[in-house]
């Protein structure tokens, strides 16, 4: 049974620092691209952040030079440092593991909520 689980989510002023964690178990951790979205509400899901198995990474355009996304696999986890936190940063946080083409299914953790105000 595949499981991802995120924390480190919370209520931080702004221009402060998270760090989130998605913990992996039951897949091999180390071939999927893992992705961090997030929805704040009346909004659509988006990509925040992804790294693919070799490491590469890409940021959409709002969190470039803020967040960095990383990867650990003999931990079977990945990280989001976000720095320099903004209101608009107000979401709730989900990782997603991905292989398609070759793997149909994606894998979401639950969510972890990041709200930035002072």
């Known amino acids: 049974q595949v499981q991802l689980v995120e924390s480190g989510g919370g209520l931080v002023q702004p221009g402060g620092s998270l760090r989130l964690s998605c913990g992996v178990s039951?897949?091999?951790?180390?071939?999927?691209?893992m992705g961090w979205y997030r929805q704040a509400p009346g909004l659509q899901r988006e990509l925040v952040a992804s790294i693919t198995s070799g490491g590469s990474t890409d940021y959409t355009d709002s969190v470039k030079g803020r967040f960095t996304i990383s990867r650990d696999n003999a931990k079977n986890t990945v990280y989001l440092q976000m720095n320099s936190l903004k209101p608009e940063d107000t979401a709730v946080y989900y990782c997603?593991?991905?292989?398609?083409?070759?793997?149909?299914?994606?894998?979401w953790g639950q969510g972890t909520q990041v709200t930035v105000s002072s």
């Open positions: 997603n593991a991905d292989r398609r083409p070759w793997n149909p299914i994606v894998h």
């Open positions: 039951g897949m091999l951790f180390s071939i999927y691209t």
